[in-house]
């Protein structure tokens, strides 16, 4: 995997002895930051540690902030150091791949936020192209990038996994390259195609219903465009949202908070195999303890909503 990484992203495949003394912690993709059990385990072993990747141009830990710690517990002042030399916004993706490839797993509310991100640092990423690099379903990535459209920049094309740019909806891309081929009944299909962005071969079809009176829009499309708006997952959207407040992020209660809080951008699908997965014995008392949760954050929210921001945190 490392190879693999290596080779599409310009990490560096010799690693370098760094000063621990050098090195920044990182923005780590993890909402509650290191697992202090998984430092101890680490650091009690008695084989060599891994190499960590750093950003060169930061300093900051990429991937390896546990063997990191590890090492400090070890009393050792250097490490392995792989380096990346791309921009901030790609060092995170790396961060996202590497954790989600290897070592201790992002939690399914860390995927989540670091999805939104990915969508908001890379909005013409395609929602499988983020599935590959997160490790969630792309349905689910395309979840959260309907919940966080209000708050980025979109755009009209999205690039694959292939690196191939495609049209996002090609209903508007048809009826573009209908005004064209309607104004300049001369322009080739190739000149067509390129001016929308389409293939050759849509933009075949679009003069081919043209030429037979119909709409360049295909019934499919039209029935899709009809069709009422998908229930918008806000609960997603809404801890990504938090996720970036520094404010929280970088506070012990705040990530406490982002933990416990991350349990809301759990899917249908998710709560659909959790309620399968839940053996008929243990039923009555996992009820018993949802609904315990629920009333107790139906308490937090009485008392915050009621709470007088005298002296709280800006």
């Known amino acids: ?60 830990v990429i991937d390896g902030m546990h063997r990191l710690r590890a090492a400090v517990l070890r009393g050792e002042e250097a490490l392995d150091v792989l380096f990346f030399t791309g921009a901030d916004a790609d060092a995170f993706v790396l961060a996202v791949e590497l954790n989600h490839a290897h070592g201790l797993p992002l939690s399914t509310a860390d995927r989540k936020v670091a999805a939104a991100r990915i ?71 190739r000149e067509v195609a390129k001016a929308v962005r389409i293939s050759p071969s849509t933009a075949k079809d679009v003069r ?19 069709a009422p708006p998908p229930v918008r997952d806000t609960a997603a959207g809404f801890v990504a949202s938090l996720a970036r407040d520094p404010s929280l992020r970088f506070s012990e209660s705040g990530r406490v908070l982002l933990r416990f809080i991350g349990c809301a951008a759990v899917g249908d699908e998710q709560w659909e195999e959790m309620l399968h997965g839940v053996p008929v014995h243990q039923r009555e008392t996992v009820v018993q303890l949802a609904r315990e949760c629920a009333s107790a954050w139906l308490g937090f929210a009485d008392r915050l909503e009621s709470r007088s921001d005298r002296g709280a945190a800006s």
């Open 1 to 60: 995997m490392k190879g693999q990484v290596a080779e599409r992203t310009g990490l560096s495949a010799v690693p370098e002895k760094v000063p621990i003394a050098r090195l920044v912690a990182a923005d780590s993709p993890r909402l509650h930051g290191e697992h202090a059990d998984h430092v101890k385990a680490l650091a009690a072993m008695d084989t060599p540690l891994p190499p960590i990747v750093v950003h060169r141009s930061t300093m900051k």
């Open 119 to 189: 969508v908001d640092s890379h909005p013409t990423w395609s929602d499988r192209r983020i599935s590959a690099v997160t490790g969630l379903a792309a349905s689910t990535v395309a979840t959260v990038r309907r919940c966080s459209s209000e708050r980025i920049r979109q755009s009209n094309v999205r690039v694959g996994k292939d690196g191939r740019v495609r049209p996002v909806d090609g209903t508007e891309a048809r009826m573009r390259a209908a005004e064209l081929m309607t104004a300049n009944p001369s322009a080739s299909l």
């Open 208 to 226: 081919a219903r043209l030429s037979r009176g119909e709409s360049p829009v295909t019934p499919r499309q039209r029935k899709r465009d009809d």
